[in-house]
């Protein structure tokens, strides 16, 4: 059984259709990339695998369960970054890691030498009592990372999570995040805009297409030859692209 599957699922809101027919699957130890053009559905999809709201339609499961009907069983489970670093500005990197897990429901004995540790992973040693504002935004989001790894989830989530970032960063974490993720054992799904980033980081490249179903499921070679990658890229691009003319 995947462990994040959608099935025929459709999501409306009250002015449009966001997402028609999706279906997908994706199994334990993946890092899929989403991908598609403004307004495809790959915000609605993020959303829907957090349980944020049910699908008009169809059926969302994450390791069997429902995300919406069942939302407090994922708590510690499921762990999310976000484009915006989201760290409370009165508190230290350490106690915005620790903040993570209280939400998580990890006994308080454990935060203070998890987040250590996590904040030393990622390059952050002597700068656990440093604030948001004296951090740069790689710094910030290294935190970010940090809080989300901390917890010790099964599935992390990815919403644009490096773009704010100049290049050589987010270069740089892309590489970290795909370790990490690896040598745990983790499922990850990375939402992304950027098309070099979902061929760095993915292993499979789910394209959407408006209204948010599925036009391409693509899987990447651990190491493509130029000219691969650009046949890749070329896919991808034709996958994305609206019927009826380019976007």
Known sequence: ?????????????????????????????ELVSVVGVTGCGKST??????????????????????????????RRRVAVVFQDARLLPWRTALQNVCIGMRFAGIPKDQWQDRARDWLARLGLAG????????????????????????????????????????EITAQGLRREFVDLVREGGKTGVVITHSLAEALTLGSRIL???PPGHL?????????????????????????????????
Not at 222 to 239: C, F, I, K, Y
Request: hydrophobic letters at 40%; glycine letters at 8%.
């Open 215 to 247: 036009a391409d499921d693509i899987a990447v070679p651990s190491d493509p030859d130029p000219a691969a990658l650009e046949a890749l890229r070329a896919r991808v691009l034709a996958g994305m692209t609206p019927e009826g003319g380019a976007e």
């Open 127 to 166: 700068r656990e009592n440093a604030y948001p504002h004296q951090l740069s935004g790689g710094q910030r989001q290294r935190v970010s990372l940090a809080r989300a790894f901390s917890v010790d989830p099964e599935i992390i989530l990815c919403d644009e999570s490096f773009s704010a970032l100049d």
């Open 207 to 209: 394209v959407l297409r």
């Open 45 to 74: 999809t993020f959303n829907l695998i957090l349980g944020l709201f049910p699908p008009s339609e169809g059926t969302v499961r994450v390791a069997g369960h429902d995300p919406y009907a069942e939302f407090d069983w994922f």
């Open 1 to 29: 059984m995947p462990v994040i599957e959608f099935t025929g699922v459709e999501k409306a809101f009250v002015d449009h259709r966001a997402v028609h027919d999706l279906t997908f699957g994706i199994e334990e130890g």
